[in-house]
């Protein structure tokens, strides 16, 4: 009788932890359920964010190469020389721009045209560069929150996060680099 009852009490103590067991599971699935969407749209973010930071950077480049452009104009040596076609009327003059032993007549531009060429590359500039500020904040953000955990717990969306994480220091890096 004394092995019946441990018997008994042994198949009572696994009913119950197999129970506890499958209520643990259930709790777990139902938390997976709610997860699951939560991770979805932050897949999209992360996705979109780094579409965003690309496009930022390509349009952040695009600017900066104009301004240096610009500057390079302004800081070219010009000198104005009559046109001798229209030395007549005098009404058109032309910008002759010394760069190095190569020499270009160019229309001169009328300098309210160059200074709002100049604004307008500045405000893009200016957007392009508070976008890619706030881009990189938020992502910043997105690593800072990952830190300390398993991203491999996290499927598709840890892979994400890892490569974000990579990008946002390899930019930190850079940053700090070139200035």
Do not use: W
């Amino acid at each position: 009788m004394a092995f019946s009852d441990q018997y008994d009490a042994r198949v009572e103590e696994t009913a119950l932890e197999v129970k506890q067991v499958k209520t643990e599971n259930a709790n777990l699935l139902a938390e997976l359920s709610v997860l699951k969407p939560a991770q979805e749209t932050l897949e999209m973010e992360l996705a979109d964010a780094k579409d965003a930071k690309v496009t930022l950077s390509k349009e952040l480049a695009d600017a900066r190469s104009e301004i240096a452009t610009l500057k390079a104009s302004q800081n070219a040596h010009t000198t104005l020389k009559p046109d001798a076609s229209n030395n007549a009327s005098g009404t058109q003059s032309q910008r002759e721009v010394v760069l190095a032993d190569t020499t270009i007549d160019l229309p001169t531009p009328a300098s309210s045209d160059l200074e709002q060429r100049t604004d307008n590359v500045r405000k893009t500039y200016f957007r392009v560069k508070k976008k890619y500020d706030q881009v990189h904040a938020i992502a910043h953000v997105l690593c800072a929150s990952a830190t300390g955990m398993n991203l491999s717990n996290f499927g598709e969306f840890g892979a994400y996060l890892r490569q974000l994480k990579k990008v946002v220091e390899e930019g930190d890096e850079e940053g700090d680099k070139g200035g």
